[in-house]
């Protein structure tokens, strides 16, 4: 799903920026664990790419993906919509 030099920048438990495919690996197995998503709140495109956000335990998650040419996640910027969150 992402491109070899996808970058990641997550605030939903302080800032991290994450860009090597072993980071982006822990990283979901962590997210995935610990705020496991519950449903979708909203989808929408944005320029070049989609806005996403989903309920997870502790509220409501924004993210914003961008894709590469070939259709692979570029970039992924996301943190708590409540607390000033990507949208």
């Given at each position: 799903m992402y491109a070899d030099d996808a970058i990641v920048h997550?605030?939903?438990?302080?800032l991290k920026t994450i860009s090597t495919r072993q980071g982006l690996r822990a990283y979901w197995v962590?997210?995935?664990r610990d705020?496991?998503?519950?449903h979708l709140d909203d989808l929408?495109?944005?320029e070049g790419g989609?806005?996403?956000s989903y309920k997870a335990r502790d509220g409501v998650v924004s993210a914003v993906?961008?894709?590469n040419a070939p259709g692979?996640?570029?970039s992924l910027t996301c943190?708590?919509?409540n607390q000033g969150g990507y949208s």
């Open positions: 997550c605030a939903c438990d302080g962590d997210r995935l705020y496991p998503a519950s929408r495109p944005s989609a806005a996403i993906l961008t894709f692979k996640i570029a943190g708590p919509l």
